[in-house]
């Protein structure tokens, strides 16, 4: 299982599996949600049938453009049930919560609590 992130926050499953999908078969795409809205924010998990084609998705796909952001893919210690959610204290990613920029692709603002 790769964790992926840096995803826009509009970018649905559907092209991620197109993209992912290209270093081999697919188990399944957890698209990570913001805890309280339920609404997408900018990760997900990318679950392959074989450890090769994962291996090859953190070689050539890792640090790649994607929806005109560059992503990171990295080795996750698997989906369990409620992981899909942002871990941040607004809901969403902790990353998310501390960044002072302007980021229209990751919702705005920092979330700073």
Known sequence: TLSVGNLSFPTA??????????SGDIKKVI???DKGKKTACGFC???YYARGDAE???R?????RFDDRIIRTDWD?????GRQYGRGRSGGQVRDEY???????????????
């Open 13 to 22: 499953e559907d092209p991620v599996r197109e993209l992912f999908g290209r």
């Open 31 to 33: 698209m990570g949600l």
């Open 45 to 47: 998990c990318v679950e």
């Open 99 to 113: 960044r002072q920029d302007y980021d229209a692709g990751r919702g705005g603002y920092g979330k700073t609590v």
């Open 77 to 81: 210690a698997g989906f369990k049930e």
């Open 56 to 58: 090859n998705t953190v």
């Open 60 to 64: 050539y796909i890792n640090g790649t």
